[in-house]
């Protein structure tokens, strides 16, 4: 069998891996219809605190938001705050599913089998990452339906194919962030208290329902090592202010390295992890 045919067939087989593991992921979150309660509720609950705070110190009819537009240009700040919130969402969600993945099919008694296949182990959290993305796809679906008719919020303004270009970006970002999270769960067997770690650490510094020129110094230097922090100001940008590429543009600069390094960093992370659960025997301990 020539090289070529080897490699057509290893890219065939990797396809069918990652769609079976997909598959398999897709039929445990059919079994369960109640999840998608959740993608119904929290869209509307969550940002709903910091609705009413707005609302509050905005005065009646937003007669005190003038700093506020001066700092982010804009008034409207309900749609500052749930695009912030939505981002955020997705992001703890994402935290969850795809950074508790490994840890669950350890639970589940399904890992130490499932690492004995002879396929890249990397598979088995990508083929799960897949049917992630795809849930996180409906539920932000979801969200921009149901900020427009309960909010009155319009996420789709702007440029369209600009903000198809940042949410491929963010998702790039994000799953890069969860590949990492779920290598590390997987090393300390301990994923509740590393989710409200580091999802604590985006919700202070990431301005999602502040701006950031009202932090000090030290925390804005935190904020700009977050990729999200580029991913909801040119977000805001384009839908608020009709922002355009150019004017964007240097968020769009840190979104692509983020975009490149941040899966890197991801599958080193796993790849440390995988070669330490080979060398200690500790994949099957609880």
Not at 29 to 54: D, E, H, K, Q, T
Not at 96 to 119: H, K, Y
Not at 249 to 275: K, N, S
Request: aromatic share 14%; glycine share 6%; charged share 10%.
């Amino acid at each position: 069998m020539s090289h070529q045919s080897l490699i057509r067939h290893s890219w065939r087989s990797e396809l069918r891996v990652l769609a079976a593991i997909a598959h398999k992921e897709w039929t445990l979150f059919r079994r369960y219809p109640s999840w998608m309660a959740a993608f119904v509720i929290w869209p509307v609950l969550f940002p709903l605190g910091y609705v009413f705070v707005g609302r509050t110190l905005g005065g009646p009819n937003g007669a005190d938001t003038a700093t506020f537009q001066q700092l982010t240009g804009t008034s409207d700040y309900l749609s500052y705050i749930v695009i912030g919130s939505t981002l955020y969402m997705w992001l703890n969600m994402t935290l969850w599913d795809v950074g508790f993945q490994l840890r669950a099919e350890q639970m589940r008694g399904t890992l130490e089998s499932n690492w004995l296949c002879p396929i890249p182990r990397i598979s088995i959290l990508l083929g799960s990452t897949i049917t992630k993305l795809g849930t996180a796809l409906i539920f932000l679906l979801i969200t921009v339906v149901e900020f427009w008719v309960v909010f009155g919020v319009r996420l789709w303004q702007g440029d369209v194919r600009l903000l198809l270009l940042l949410l491929l970006l963010a998702i790039a970002s994000i799953y890069g962030i969860a590949m990492a999270f779920a290598s590390l769960v997987l090393r300390f067997k301990e994923a509740n208290a590393m989710v409200f770690m580091v999802r604590g650490l985006f919700l202070v510094f990431c301005g999602i329902t502040y701006p950031i020129a009202v932090m000090p110094g030290w925390m804005r230097t935190i904020s700009a090592v977050l990729p999200l922090t580029y991913a909801i100001h040119a977000i805001r940008a384009v839908t608020l202010s009709q922002a355009t590429f150019t004017q964007i543009w240097p968020d769009i600069q840190w979104l692509l390295v983020f975009a490149v390094v941040l899966p890197i960093l991801g599958y080193v992370a796993f790849a440390v992890t995988e070669r330490r659960a080979r060398r200690s025997g500790t994949l099957g301990q609880y």
